[in-house]
């Protein structure tokens, strides 16, 4: 079993940066790719971000590569979003995701997610 607990979310102007942290519960906090999606009102979960569990291979969706950079840190067991050139567009609930194994979509355990607003 492992808890996702998401940070970091606000509020935030066009043109600045966020930083989301996840803390994971639970000593296999490595053995699990991790990842970013957001949701936005109205809207379908969207694949933002993973990395490999040690970290070797990021994957990005288009919309956010270039301006979001995904990371973690196994001994605290916490993923990182950083988010830069934050746009309007940007504003949604946050959620991390943990997936055993290699990075896919079929995502074993969600966080709760975290706000996200970006004003113009």
């Known amino acids: 079993q492992v808890q996702l607990v998401e940070s970091g979310g606000g509020l935030e102007q066009a043109g600045g940066s966020l930083r989301l942290s996840c803390a994971a519960s639970g000593r296999t906090f490595s053995s699990y790719a991790m990842g970013w999606f957001r949701q936005a009102p109205g809207k379908e979960r969207e694949f933002l971000a993973a990395?490999?569990?040690?970290?070797?291979?990021?994957y990005y969706a288009n919309s956010v590569k270039g301006r979001f950079t995904i990371s973690r840190d196994n001994a605290k067991n916490t993923v990182y979003l950083q988010m830069n050139s934050l746009k309007p567009e940007d504003t949604a609930v946050y959620y991390c995701?943990?997936?055993?194994?290699?990075?896919?979509?079929?995502?074993?355990?969600w966080g709760q997610g975290t706000q996200v607003t970006v004003s113009s």
């Open positions: 990395i490999s569990w040690r970290g070797g291979m990021t």
């Open positions: 995701a943990a997936v055993y194994g290699s990075w896919s979509y079929q995502v074993d355990y």
